[in-house]
């Protein structure tokens, strides 16, 4: 070790109320952290090279283009041109991992200065900031980065937090600012920080969010066709355009989870929501839609032109990349049910011990917990034995029975052993459940609405999704806002759509 290398620590404010004392009194206390690097140098040791370097770096940049500037400032404002810039890195706070400000105290305190801690982007309680004073701020910041970045270019956000109300207010935040996120992957730093390295709460990996700016093209031909089913699919071919087209691990294939269909529906609904146009499809019609105009590989979809890179490398693949499915609510219970049913046509007495393992300790604290038998009478079909076996039915049961092979769909021994299952429905009979699912979900809705009281103890995820998304059409930004502050805040703050749908009508209202 360096003689001028010592170990460093750090010191960080933190105000904690004390049960002793008083009510409303607080005490300051001062905390030693010990940094992960136990041999931190002197300035003078590293600084020697480092200015050397820095120097050289940026006099390189000088001569080349003359464009090598360094500012500090706010995000919120930034001095540059509208269109001017090729590509954005951000790193910005997250949540309340770091005070950074308070890091600052006794380096100030030498100093004599102050940092003005008002516009810092971080939840602290000590100065009355929560996550919807952090998403605020985050939205102006990617505003900004939104305004000065050129069409069709990107952005990369850096995040870590283990908090999904932290998550879902950056998620909702890119999305208000009009980027479209197109990956989210891990970023293995190799040396983590001290937080990382000490807290069992901390996340141990960095995540990578990737979003663009769409083309002016793009936005250019939805003002001019509107709310219409082409500008949906018009969408679609550019974002599916942005995608990886494939993604792997030590040599396993990955799912690229934006290419799932529902989640490239979500992406089209917070396109047309975000320059304030009416959603053109239902579900239903745009699953079927997507089917129709998009091919589609392992549970993924593809432009034509992609297929054929995926499928070569799908060949070099020991297995087809398998999609994780974590039930936490309704929908993603919906969404177990129909991977599980499309493969194996199950009678309820079949699917029940199957589902209630999935219904485990990461089901949302308010959500309300669904009956199987109801989210099957709603969403699937049931063969009842009179008319002949379903071909989703007849493909299962001839292929892992070897007594029902190569037995037409009438035969009585095959209907036999066909009756009572459920499967997954066809298109043109999903899009009549879907519509008789929905008009019971808005039912539903409406006693939501009349409820006196404040709050909503326990609800469905899916009844005030469909709910939010019917106000949204018909333009009714207030009771979107009345019945979001039913909702405890942890719930909405939880629910990546919901509050997509809260924050923007808040916005139409002036809040």
Not at 3 to 11: D, G, H, I, S, T
Not at 55 to 78: D, E, P
Not at 305 to 327: G, T
Not at 392 to 418: M, V, W
Request: proline share 6%.
């Amino acid at each position: 070790m360096h003689e001028n290398c010592r170990q460093k620590p750090a010191f960080r404010r933190q105000r904690r109320s004390r049960g002793y004392l008083g009510a409303g009194e607080a005490v300051d206390q001062m905390f030693l952290y010990v940094a992960s690097q136990t041999a931190e140098c002197s300035p003078w040791y590293i600084l020697d090279g480092k200015l050397d370097r820095l120097v050289k770096a940026f006099g390189t940049y000088q001569a080349r283009r003359n464009a090598a500037i360094v500012n500090t400032g706010s995000a919120t404002s930034l001095p540059l041109s509208d269109n001017s810039i090729d590509y954005v890195f951000t790193d910005p706070p997250f949540g309340e991992n770091i005070y950074y400000s308070d890091l600052n105290f006794l380096v100030e305190a030498w100093h004599g200065v102050k940092t003005d801690a008002r516009p810092e982007a971080i939840v602290d309680r000590v100065r009355e900031k929560g996550i919807p004073e952090y998403q605020h701020l985050m939205v102006r910041s990617f505003e900004e980065y939104f305004r000065v970045l050129k069409p069709g270019r990107w952005m990369t956000v850096v995040f870590s937090n283990s908090r999904a109300a932290v998550w879902n207010s950056i998620q909702v935040g890119l999305q208000q600012a009009g980027f479209v996120v197109a990956e989210v992957t891990a970023l293995d730093k190799k040396q983590g920080s001290f937080q990382q390295l000490v807290s069992p709460n901390a996340v141990k990996q960095d995540l990578i969010i990737s979003a663009y700016k769409p083309n002016g093209g793009l936005e250019q031909r939805l003002t001019e066709r509107g709310a219409a089913p082409e500008s949906a699919w018009d969408f679609v071919q550019t974002h599916l355009s942005q995608l990886s087209v494939s993604k792997s691990k030590s040599g396993i294939l990955e799912f690229v989870l934006e290419r799932d269909p529902r989640r490239i529906y979500d992406r089209m609904v917070a396109w047309f929501v975000r320059h304030d146009v009416p959603v053109p499809l239902s579900t239903e019609e745009f699953l079927e839609g997507l089917r129709n105009r998009f091919p589609e590989r392992d549970g993924m979809v593809f432009l034509p032109e992609q297929v054929p890179e995926y499928e070569r490398k799908r060949a070099l693949a020991s297995q087809p990349p398998q999609m994780e499915m974590f039930v936490a609510d309704e929908r993603s219970a919906i969404d177990w049910l129909t991977d599980f049913l499309r493969k194996r046509p199950s009678t309820y007495q079949e699917v029940h011990p199957e589902f209630t393992t999935q219904l485990g300790a990461g089901w949302k604290k308010h959500e309300t917990r669904p009956e199987l038998s109801a989210l099957l009478e709603d969403n699937f079909l049931r063969y009842d034995g009179s008319p002949d076996v379903p071909s989703q039915i007849h493909s299962y049961l001839s292929s892992n029975f070897p007594d029902l092979r190569n037995l037409e769909k009438t035969d009585p021994r095959l209907k036999a052993k066909a009756k009572d299952r459920w499967f997954v429905p066809d298109p043109n009979k999903a899009q009549d459940l879907e519509k008789k699912r929905e008009k019971a979900l808005l039912k539903e809705f409406e006693e939501y609405r009349n409820t006196p009281g404040r709050k909503l103890k326990e609800f469905r995820l899916e009844v005030l999704r469909a709910g939010f998304k019917a106000a949204w059409a018909n333009k009714d930004y207030q009771t979107i806002v009345s019945i979001a502050n039913k909702v405890p805040e942890d719930a909405l703050q939880e629910d990546e759509k919901l509050l997509f749908w809260y924050d923007s009508a808040l916005t139409r209202t002036g809040g």
